[in-house]
């Protein structure tokens, strides 16, 4: 398996952990992991990787004793499990920050923080649409009075510069202009920082509700009985309805004036099977 250092899912690094050891020496098992670790229930192991229970304070010291992965290894544990299980944005940069500088001991890339920060803060690829649409002659405070909700001159300053050294955006002049990205992110960080933004753009989904006017908005529900066998089918419904409403907008002639969300929320709410996980 791959060094500790080159994860950011702490829960995916237990599975790795466990099937390595299994592999390696057949008679390990859950229960033997957690009486070393002085655990009480011999399935705590298994309930924590399958994410039906998450390790506290009070339980990290038990499994950082049964890995026994060393000082800087016990240290990027500690980190990674606080990272996952923070849902503060600047703690989630705190510990994502002690991840990393435990990274520079070891020849492990682990993925730039700028890029983690690009994804879990949901007013950037709001920026990197509205900058573009006219001369905002660095006029920051007018980009921000654009943003809904509005954020601060000091975010928007902040948050230009940030797309600008990512490679999202460029200068022409006193005008910017969109780029290709450049940046190249593992997937257990991405999907981090990217289940950070759903959040915050199901948050402001709800706010619309009493901030716009059903003429400028349209959030609506449906609820429908679904047999297992469809839902890749509706799945993949989904994607090519949002590739098709991506093709739309880009062929309309009409100069752009806003930028929209759009939240697709297509999950269970009721199961028969008592044996399947949510």
Not at 28 to 35: A, E, I, L, P, T
Not at 110 to 123: K, N
Not at 249 to 271: C, H, K, T
Request: aromatic letters at 10%.
């Amino acid at each position: 398996m791959e060094p500790i250092e080159a994860y950011t899912d702490y829960r995916k690094f237990l599975k790795d952990y466990y099937e390595d050891r299994k592999q390696r020496t057949p008679s390990f098992s859950h229960r033997q992991f957690c009486n070393k670790a002085g655990l009480g229930s011999p399935s705590f192991l298994r309930e924590v990787i399958d994410g039906k229970r998450n390790i506290t304070d009070a339980t990290l010291p038990a499994f950082q004793k049964a890995l026994g992965l060393g000082e800087v290894g016990t240290a990027f544990f500690a980190a990674m499990v606080r990272f996952n299980q923070t849902t503060d944005p600047v703690m989630k940069r705190t510990f994502l920050e002690a991840m990393r500088g435990l990274r520079k001991k070891v020849p492990v890339a682990l993925v730039a923080l700028d890029a983690y920060e690009y994804y879990s803060t949901w007013y950037l690829p709001v920026l990197r649409e509205l900058a573009v649409q006219r001369d905002w002659a660095d006029d920051c405070a007018a980009l921000a009075k654009a943003v809904r909700p509005r954020i601060r001159k000091s975010q928007v300053r902040e948050g230009l510069e940030l797309l600008e050294k990512l490679g999202f955006l460029r200068r022409n002049g006193t005008r910017w202009e969109q780029a290709d990205p450049s940046i190249s992110t593992g997937g257990e960080v991405d999907s981090q920082a990217v289940r950070s933004a759903n959040r915050e753009y199901a948050r402001l989904g709800m706010e619309s509700i009493e901030s716009f006017p059903p003429s400028r908005r349209d959030v609506s529900s449906l609820l429908m009985g679904v047999p297992a066998s469809a839902f890749p089918k509706i799945k993949q419904e989904i994607r090519e309805f949002k590739d098709r409403l991506v093709r739309l907008a880009q062929e309309s002639e009409a100069p752009i004036d806003r930028v929209y969300a759009m939240n697709l929320q297509f999950f269970p709410i009721g199961l028969l099977d008592a044996e399947e996980e949510p």
